[in-house]
């Protein structure tokens, strides 16, 4: 397998950026959901936001990159045995979860950025507020930026069993073509 893409199969670096991105979506709904319960005394009451915030950060600017990639990078075709409304359920989904991915981050940034201050990524570098101030910003943006992730996990899962289903009973090549084997 090469780096790149080819007209067959996905290259190691799209591939690379598909598990980072979903190991990272899965890390960030755990920790978001595990943060919220906890209280001003917990050890981690500042810790697991400032983690939360880095990385998705980091996820954003990987997704970025990762667009980049596909939009300059050949896509493999579409496998023969693919009906044309799978073809285009899966372009769909795909798109949809690249929205969703960067509507969860810039709700995500607007929940930081409410009360004026920058975000902080591992003290390296902060990105400042431009958008602040507005009346109950972080409650507003934190139940939208819940509900995103709720949606895009449920896509992601459905994503995710389409691609058991085209392994185990299709017994098709989608899923080994996103795994490099």
């Given at each position: 397998?090469?780096?790149?893409?080819t007209?067959?199969?996905?290259?190691?670096?799209?591939?690379?950026?598909?598990?980072?991105?979903?190991?990272?979506?899965?890390t960030?709904?755990?920790?978001?959901?595990?943060?919220?319960?906890?209280?001003?005394?917990?050890?981690?009451?500042?810790?697991?936001?400032?983690?939360h915030?880095?990385?998705?950060?980091?996820?954003?600017?990987?997704?970025?990159?990762?667009?980049?990639?596909?939009?300059?990078?050949?896509?493999?075709?579409?496998?023969?045995?693919?009906?044309?409304?799978?073809?285009?359920?899966?372009q769909?989904?795909?798109?949809?979860?690249?929205?969703?991915?960067?509507?969860?981050?810039?709700?995500?940034?607007?929940?930081?950025?409410?009360?004026?201050?920058?975000?902080?990524v591992?003290?390296?570098?902060?990105?400042?507020?431009?958008?602040?101030?507005?009346?109950?910003?972080?409650?507003?943006?934190?139940?939208?930026?819940?509900?995103?992730?709720?949606?895009?996990?449920?896509?992601?899962?459905?994503?995710?069993?389409?691609?058991?289903?085209?392994?185990?009973?299709?017994?098709?090549?989608?899923?080994?073509?996103?795994?490099?084997y």
């Amino acid at each position: 397998m090469t780096w790149r893409n080819t007209n067959s199969q996905w290259g190691w670096l799209a591939i690379g950026f598909h598990w980072i991105s979903v190991i990272t979506v899965i890390t960030l709904f755990s920790l978001g959901l595990w943060m919220v319960d906890l209280i001003y005394y917990d050890p981690w009451y500042k810790q697991g936001p400032f983690l939360h915030k880095s990385i998705g950060v980091i996820l954003f600017l990987l997704t970025l990159l990762r667009l980049l990639w596909r939009y300059f990078s050949i896509t493999p075709e579409s496998l023969n045995v693919h009906a044309s409304w799978q073809i285009k359920a899966a372009q769909v989904s795909h798109m949809l979860l690249y929205i969703l991915l960067f509507s969860v981050m810039l709700s995500g940034y607007l929940i930081s950025t409410a009360d004026g201050r920058a975000v902080e990524v591992f003290n390296l570098f902060s990105i400042p507020a431009s958008i602040y101030g507005i009346e109950k910003q972080e409650d507003i943006a934190g139940e939208i930026h819940f509900v995103l992730a709720l949606v895009l996990v449920g896509i992601s899962l459905i994503h995710a069993m389409a691609a058991i289903k085209h392994h185990f009973i299709d017994r098709d090549r989608t899923l080994r073509r996103m795994t490099g084997y």
